[in-house]
């Protein structure tokens, strides 16, 4: 007689299941109805909006993670200052301020979730501190017919991975699920900072930083 616990997955639309089946179930591949998607997974999260199919879940956790290059993410540090008054002199100003960089979370499909404000823990982020203040000033020169405001570039850890989610009830026979759905969650590293005076010309953007950060 086996003794040990199997677990077995079972695959429905977007979400999969762990089980421990009795002995008839052992060796086969699991099937179960479900009325529910990936979006009620991720709605039922601590921090989501609830799902009306699924009970609130106790945590949701990134598992299955990988580990992506990390991303230098760039930000503004205060108020961008002019030189734009027709004037032919430079203008020397103050710059910089102070940020706050926080992780952050996106999903890898168009399942209408956003998944900002949901609570998922695991990886660098459960290790790592999840914000970090960045804060500097600099004394700089402003050419005329130019602007400038001062960039913080934080280099963050990218992890990817799918999510499990944890219900204190069984939800359609299981306590746990899995999302099919990946979350990219970007986690800020507090020592690894880099600053820059960005300038551009007068009449566009000054925030605009797609030129660091890249085209969206």
Sequence with gaps: MLTAPIFVLSAIGSALAVSVPTSRDIGKLV???????DTDLFNSCPGGPGSDKLE???????????????????EVLGDPQLNCGGGTDPVTVTLGGSTTITTSQTLDANIGVDVEGISIGGGASTTDSKATTVSQ???????????AVYVAG????????NVQVNYG????????????AKVTILTP????????????????????LSSYNGSS
């Excluded at 099937?31 to 998607?37: A, C, E, L, N, S």
């Excluded at 934080?154 to 991975?161: A, E, F, K």
């Excluded at 900072?193 to 960005?198: Q, Y």
């Design 137 to 147: 000033q600099v004394s700089y020169s402003i050419p005329p017919g130019r602007q």
């Design 169 to 180: 009830d069984r939800q359609d026979g299981h306590f746990i699920w899995f999302t099919n």
């Design 189 to 208: 590293i507090p020592s690894d900072v880099e600053f820059d005076v960005h300038e551009s010309d007068c009449g566009t953007d000054p925030r605009d």
């Design 56 to 74: 609130r879940a106790d945590r949701c956790t990134l598992v299955n993670i990988v580990n992506n290059p990390n991303v230098r993410k760039f």
């Design 154 to 161: 934080t280099n963050q850890q990218s992890q990817t991975g």
């Design 31 to 37: 099937t179960r109805d479900q009325d529910f998607t």
